[in-house]
């Protein structure tokens, strides 16, 4: 492929040339197979979102629909003095940014282990995914259930397993889901997420030049100094990519904290929050406002990541 | 966790660093395995052995668990939410290739102007939360007598879906060498041979990697099932959510329904590893 800049023209050119096409008519023949995806989208996902803008200026709750009409900037009003959203904003941070540099330096960890030849290392990758192919809600009733349950989850169970041996018969029974709501949501998630960012690491880890490994190896480089300067210079893209994509999926995630601790305890986060006030609280002009308010707030997140991406991207297509 | 590692102690000095490592990577691989296991292996008691502490690992392995979740005590079926699951996965996925591969073709065999622009289009739209435009969408369903419709479900999947399909199957276009289009071009080969005999075979890992993602991307989503859909088009995660308020013990029937319910995705996911990591990555890792 042609090296070529993001900007400049299309990096490839048709050899053949039939003069007959005017330059427009041949503009839009390319184009064409491209316009049923782009409709589709701007329709489903943009339109909504014009809906939900307009209605953020309205008063509009589905239990009064008597009381309808222009609110202005109320709803707005109320979500920036709501110390509720404010809280799930910072619930989403803490919980996206914990989540995905957790996961991120254990699937490196992890994805090292794994690049190394040993016994079983196909059944080990293999059991190490399994917990990213567990249906998501499954996977949370299963902790919050199996797992984190006081009475007869598997954590206490083991406790009390592990102090009947010792001969002890007051094992501690911590009840998780009260006292670290969130480290609960939070683990699940890094359990579930591992996996992922384990994956598209070692594809980075496999990638990497075995030349170069092997020559860096003659001339003396020791294992700390080729991990340094060429396993994590290499690594970087990758270590990028699976930030970012992790970033988008548990930004956005409500499954895990629907179903663990359904938003109490200082676990609800914005996706649950405004889930919330449109489905139980029933205030279509509030859920819009605070819609509208993540929506800016995810085109700023947004407009950085998609620098990083677009920094791979020119990688990419220079290759 | 008791796995023998067999070592060769044939090299002496290296050999135990490599030993301690890989029993490393097992221990890390059966610790993240374990809720995994404890899951099937619960579904697999009788209810009064799922529930105890300390938990009783031997206990006389059942099936009650999962006849329970088929509705011989419940009543409610979960056939119907697994079905509505796999058309509304099926017919989304089906949808998301037709739209994307030929975007994908016009993004990188035969590029638009600007083509850069409109990948990161279709990448922000990923960005912003579902959860965002779901009051009008609902709104929408609701006035158009579209709720609790499958085909609802089936086209808010596609639009999940296709920034993703995009990317990766332009990925995978790009790896079409311009060389060979061009020479099969001079040499008078319709656009129908070119797509059958130079794009087609490089373009179908691609598409299968695609459809593995979006397949289990639908399966997996809750949120917009749960607003949009009611009695009729009940997707299984919703089901799965709406079978644990019964009262009494339920722990083996919850686990054999979570087996139930991740089976398809695990099946998939570990029948095409490569293809898993081909397309999580966007197709960035091949």
């Known amino acids: ?319 | 966790m008791t796995h023998a590692v067999p070592v060769t102690t044939r090299r002496p000095r290296r050999s135990y660093k490599t030993a301690g490592l890989g029993l490393a990577a097992w221990v890390i691989g059966v610790v993240f395995f374990i809720p995994v296991a404890w899951m099937v292996l619960t579904s697999f008691h009788s209810e009064s052995n799922a529930g105890t502490n300390p938990p009783k690992i031997g206990a006389p392995l059942t099936v009650d668990g999962y006849r329970d979740f088929f509705g011989s005590s419940t009543g409610a079926s979960p056939w119907p939410s697994l079905f509505n699951s796999l058309g509304a996965s099926v017919g989304s996925t089906l949808i998301v290739l037709a739209l994307a591969v030929p975007a994908a073709y016009a993004l990188s065999i035969k590029p638009v102007r600007k083509w850069t622009d409109v990948m990161f289009f279709f990448l922000s739209t990923k960005m912003l939360p579902p959860v965002a435009g779901l009051l009008p969408i609902y709104l929408f369903a609701k006035n158009t007598d579209f709720l609790d419709n499958v085909w609802l479900l089936v086209i808010l999947y596609t639009s999940m879906n296709l920034p993703i399909a995009v990317w990766m199957m332009r990925s995978f276009l790009a790896e079409v060498p311009p060389a060979i289009m061009e020479a099969a071009a001079i040499d008078g080969a319709g656009l129908l041979n070119i797509l059958r005999k130079i794009i087609v075979p490089i373009a179908m890992p691609g598409i299968a990697a695609t459809s593995l993602i979006c397949f289990i991307f639908s399966w997996n989503e809750m949120l917009f099932a749960r607003v949009l859909t009611g009695v009729v088009s009940q997707t299984a995660p919703v089901f799965l959510t709406g079978f644990v308020t019964s009262q009494g013990l339920f722990l083996a029937k919850v686990c054999a329904a979570a087996t139930i319910i991740s089976l398809p995705v695990l099946v998939a996911g570990f029948a095409a590893q490569d293809k898993l990591v081909q397309g999580l990555s966007l197709g960035a890792v091949k």
């Open chain 1, 1 to 319: 492929m042609t090296a070529s800049a993001l900007t400049t023209t299309p990096p490839r050119s048709t050899a053949t040339r039939r003069p007959a096409i005017s330059p427009r008519r041949a503009g839009w023949i390319r184009r064409a197979p491209l316009m049923p995806a782009l409709i589709f989208l701007i329709i489903v996902t943009q339109l909504p979102f014009i809906a939900t803008l307009v209605i953020s200026f309205l008063r509009w709750n589905a239990l009064d629909p008597g009381d309808r009409g222009w609110a202005g900037f109320a709803n707005y009003k109320e979500v920036f003095t709501d110390s509720r959203l404010r809280e799930s904003v910072i619930t989403t941070i803490v919980l996206t940014v914990s989540v995905v540099l957790i996961s991120l330096a254990l699937g490196l960890g992890i994805a090292l282990l794994l690049d190394r030849k040993f016994f079983g290392r196909g059944l080990v990758r293999t059991l190490m995914i399994a917990p990213f192919l567990i249906v998501p809600v499954a996977a949370a009733l299963l902790f919050k259930h199996g797992i984190y349950n006081p009475v007869y989850g598997l954590f206490n169970g083991t406790l009390t397993g592990i102090w009947h041996t010792f001969g002890s018969q007051n094992p501690p029974q911590p009840d998780i889901l009260t006292i670290h709501p969130k480290i609960a949501v939070e683990a699940e998630l890094i359990w579930q997420w591992t996996p992922f960012m384990m994956l598209i690491l070692l594809a980075g880890l496999q990638s990497r030049d075995g030349e170069v490994m092997e020559a860096a190896h003659v001339d003396g480089a020791g294992n700390w100094q080729m991990f340094r300067y060429i396993t994590l210079p290499h690594m970087r893209r990758y270590l990028e990519l699976s930030a970012l994509l992790g970033t988008i999926f548990i930004i956005a995630n409500f499954d895990s904290v629907f179903t663990i601790t359904s938003g109490g305890l200082g676990t609800a986060n914005l996706p649950y929050t405004i889930y919330e006030t449109f489905y139980a609280s029933h205030d279509y002009g509030l859920a819009s406002a605070q819609g509208v308010v993540v929506v800016v707030g995810s085109l700023i997140i947004a407009t950085f990541a998609l620098r990083v991406v677009s920094s791979l991207f020119e990688e990419e297509v220079g290759r």
